[in-house]
């Protein structure tokens, strides 16, 4: 049985390499997902996001390996960040920002199979949030995305260049949530050595 990976199936996406930004097609994706609001370093919100995904990320990789005879990796942790005004994520403004927390899946794991993994981890474990899991489909098709290494609080100039120049000078203009992919785990990595995935969708201009 060979495991499907998504860093080894999507290498320009979750292993992308280069200083700047480049233009990437991004398929349509399937993610457990939490929805929430305010700053990741201080909202019980979203701790209680992540402490219900991973659980039920688990449970799927091992029910989908024994019943389906279909093993993969559980994928990193991705963020879609959300807010009225785009300019709130160069300044900042943690506390204004709409989040929603994601564990990419594999295009078999369908609606049932995730409300069986809610059902087992609620069975062994009281968990907060665990209501709050679904299953996300995304279509982000032609996105803007970079390798950013380094603080998470260091990306606020590198967004700006993306939003004030790069995208203006190729008459592109937003097209869906700024979306983060998190290559290393932040409790064990020193901030100026994480490595996250900065992507934006994107569209032509009209006009």
């Known amino acids: 049985m060979e495991k499907f990976d998504l860093k080894r199936s999507y290498p320009e996406l979750y292993a992308p390499r280069g200083s700047d930004f480049t233009l990437v097609d991004v398929p349509i994706m399937h993610y457990l997902a939490v929805d929430g609001h305010g700053d990741p370093n201080t909202s ?3 701790t209680q996001a992540l402490e ?3 659980p039920v990320a688990y449970t799927l990789k091992f029910s989908s390996k024994d019943e389906l005879d279909a ?3 559980v994928g990193p942790l991705e963020g879609l960040w959300r807010a009225e005004d785009p300019r709130v994520f160069t300044r900042g403004e943690k506390n204004t920002w709409d989040w929603t927390m994601l564990i990419a899946q594999p295009e078999w794991i369908t609606p049932e199979m995730v409300d069986s993994a809610l ?6 474990k009281k968990v907060p949030g665990l209501d709050q899991v679904r299953l996300l489909t995304l279509s982000e098709g032609l996105s803007a995305q970079i390798l950013h290494v380094g603080s998470y609080d260091s990306e ?7 939003h004030d120049s790069w995208m203006p000078e190729r008459r592109l203009t937003f ?3 700024h979306h983060e ?3 290393n785990d932040p409790r064990r990595t020193a901030p100026e050595k994480l490595r996250t995935v900065l992507r934006q969708p994107v569209r032509p201009e009209i006009g």
Request: aromatic share 14%; proline share 7%.
């Open 44 to 46: 019980p919100e979203y």
């Open 52 to 54: 219900s995904l991973y």
């Open 71 to 73: 093993d993969f990796t």
């Open 119 to 124: 059902s087992s981890v609620s069975v062994k």
């Open 156 to 162: 606020a100039p590198v967004l700006r260049r993306l």
């Open 175 to 177: 097209n869906g949530d």
């Open 181 to 183: 992919v998190y290559l």
